[in-house]
């Protein structure tokens, strides 16, 4: 289905009566506004925005985790105390233009893999925990670019490619779990709100530049050997 348009809900649990069914939905143009608490349960495909001036405001909290796939251009959040769960292990997170997942709830934002669209740029923001699996740029990517601002922690469990940029602004000790940069690899940059412990524990990491900002934080390297900045430092 395509539901184009400005929507807003007072109260809203979708819940779909077809859970289960492969249909695709689509939610873009000026934008979403729910109050209640918000479940996609269709199999299909799910498209969030397609401008990069899209909003959707899921106040109650968003879970989406059974589509076939979810394409994100614009901004999607929740508010107060809402969590935001969009993919898991088998749905992934498709990004193009720059775009947005969360902002100032205190809610967990728990994502799938994250697929960035070349000139692409994704922000994460929570004042809360964020956890994603993967993060890489699609074959061929340029110019794509990861920002974290998170409340807490931040963690990623799989590996991360051709992204052109990423910068860790603000978390509460962040993870990353796989390789970074085996198959294209940019510039990282620590920000000064960071704090507690960096930690990288994939067999290889490799970087063009590395600005390591004033702060108090550290930086763990679990396979140092296989740490390799191949520009500034």
Known sequence: SDVPGEVVAKSLGMRRADAGAAIDERLADRGWSVA???VIAAKGSLTLG???DDSLVFSGGLTVT???GISLRGSVSTLGSSALTLGDADTAVSVSGNSTIGGSATGAVSLGGLLLASS???SLESAA????RSIEGVASAT???FTVNAGGSFSAI???DRVGTLEINKAAGATFGGSIGAAGHGGLTIGGSVTGTVQ???ASNRFTTADFLGGSYGVTWTQAAVVDFLGTL
């Open 143 to 145: 110019g794509t670019s």
């Open 66 to 68: 059974a589509a076939s």
């Open 36 to 38: 209640g608490p918000t």
């Open 200 to 202: 990288f524990d994939g």
């Open 158 to 160: 799989g590996n991360m």
């Open 50 to 52: 397609d401008a990069e």
């Open 120 to 122: 692409s740029g994704l």
């Open 129 to 132: 925990s964020i956890s994603a």
